[in-house]
């Protein structure tokens, strides 16, 4: 009888977890989505949002931007960390760690945003800065050819550094990550979000970077980007597929440098 009553809370934790993911993932979606298509031009509002312009930035803008980085890495990142999450739901229902798991686990969804908010912070900074300094083309925001494919190199040779390899690792075993880091209470489950976090943007922060070679906010960029993270940390060949990535970004570097530097 309580194996019973055990294994069917276990089915509605794992529904109602990967009903809130998909709404999150989907909601997130809709905003990129929508902040894309209304880029048209960069003085163009819709529904209140628009881009900073050529003009000095304002604490608006920094706002805006920051905004737009944050929730882009909810929509992309939420489905390569599905795996983790539910697993995570599974292992605290069956501990009994708490009286209330799915709490737990919302907060260890929180610790892991929070890592991705202070990337998103970040990448305002740069590309404030790129801004500033007339770097950055404000039509499509991104980044000359000649500094894409420098970008784009340093992206490739970063996928075959050991700190990828070690967080690749961590991400792509989320048992083993769960066994030697867990922690019981609301607290310990934020603290185990936050370090998965840590691992995740290890593991990822230089292909987010290339966003800036493409478009911020090109739709296909950041899905295909968004596409390979997930591959890469559920295929079963994932180690071998980042490091054929990363041969491939190096060559596309150097052929889009050598271009640049040639026109």
């Excluded at 599905?82 to 760690?97: G, K, W, Y």
């Excluded at 950055?136 to 980044?143: F, K, T, V």
């Amino acid at each position: 009888m309580l194996t019973e009553i055990v294994v069917a809370a276990l089915k509605r934790d794992r529904i109602i977890v990967i009903a809130g993911l998909t709404a999150v993932t989907a909601l997130a979606w809709a905003y990129v989505i929508q902040f894309a298509s209304s880029m048209t031009g960069m003085d163009i509002n819709a529904i209140g949002m628009s881009m900073p312009t050529t003009q000095a930035w304002r604490s608006g803008d920094v706002l805006l931007t920051f905004l737009m980085w944050a929730v882009m890495m909810v929509a992309m990142m939420t489905p390569s960390a599905t795996p983790m999450i539910l697993l995570f739901a599974r292992v605290s229902r069956q501990r009994q760690a708490d009286r209330m798991p799915l709490l737990g686990t919302m907060a260890f969804l929180l610790g892991y945003l929070i890592l991705w908010g202070s990337f998103s912070a970040g990448a305002t900074l740069v590309q404030w800065g790129l801004h500033s300094a007339a770097l950055l083309s404000p039509e499509l925001i991104r980044i000359s050819p000649a500094l894409g494919g420098m970008l784009l190199i340093l992206a490739g040779v970063y996928q075959f550094t050991p700190l990828k390899h070690i967080c690749l690792s961590q991400c792509r075993t989320p048992l083993g990550f769960l066994m030697t880091e867990w922690r019981e209470g609301i607290r310990g489950a934020l603290i185990m979000g936050v370090r998965h976090g840590l691992y995740c943007v290890g593991c990822c922060w230089m292909l987010m970077t290339l966003l800036f070679v493409a478009g911020v906010m090109n739709l296909l960029w950041v899905a295909l980007i968004a596409g390979y993270i997930l591959v890469e940390k559920v295929a079963p060949a994932g180690q071998w597929i980042s490091r054929a990535i990363g041969g491939l970004a190096v060559g596309w570097g150097i052929w889009l440098l050598l271009r640049a530097l040639g026109a």
